[in-house]
């Protein structure tokens, strides 16, 4: 099986092209497993709320704790982000056709998040769809190796990976 990888430039696009591909997937009738982003922006000027909502029908899960305006830390709520693995992790064992993983972030690049999920998902021939930011290519490419593949940040170049996949056509 392979990753799918996609890297969107603008702040929120790779979350925002992942969610419509989600909801043009799941309308087309594929099982699907793992989390979409959703970000609100705060109405204090400190940044957004992030919620996840697990794949297929939720719940949303807020993985971001609010620091203050003019706080610098990291704002992920590292429990939070191990309940949403923890969820994901029961819906895959109802079988998936697909994971979507929202991002390979810091967490994934140091060995925790999603990082065991995807190697489960790869060693049952689950195919994965997983943002990268450039900041974590490097970790991203030296986990994935072969299997890593990278697709254009267009909803219907994903859609076409993932049907794909599913067919068995894919690269």
Not at 42 to 63: E, H, T, Y
Not at 81 to 107: C, I, P, T
Request: with cysteine; aromatic share 4%; charged share 20%.
């Amino acid at each position: 099986m392979r990753i799918g990888y996609v890297t969107a430039e603008g702040r929120g696009d790779g979350d925002r092209l992942l969610c419509a591909l989600a909801e043009r997937l799941g309308a087309q009738g594929l099982r699907l497993a793992g989390v979409v982003q959703h970000n609100t922006d705060r109405a204090d000027d400190s940044g957004c709320d992030m919620d996840v909502r697990v794949l297929p029908d939720g719940p949303l899960v807020r993985i971001s704790q609010s620091l203050g305006a003019g706080s610098s830390g990291c704002r992920l709520d590292a429990g939070a982000l191990e309940q949403a693995v923890g969820l994901v992790g029961a819906s895959m064992a109802a079988g998936a056709d697909l994971l979507m993983v929202n991002k390979f972030g810091k967490h994934e690049a140091e060995g925790r998040g999603f990082r065991a999920l995807i190697g489960d998902a790869l060693a049952a021939e689950v195919p994965v769809i997983v943002g990268v930011a450039e900041k974590n290519m490097p970790a991203f490419l030296e986990f994935a190796g072969e299997f890593a593949e990278p697709v254009p940040a267009e909803t219907a170049a994903l859609e076409a990976w993932a049907l794909g996949m599913r067919a068995g056509t894919a690269a």
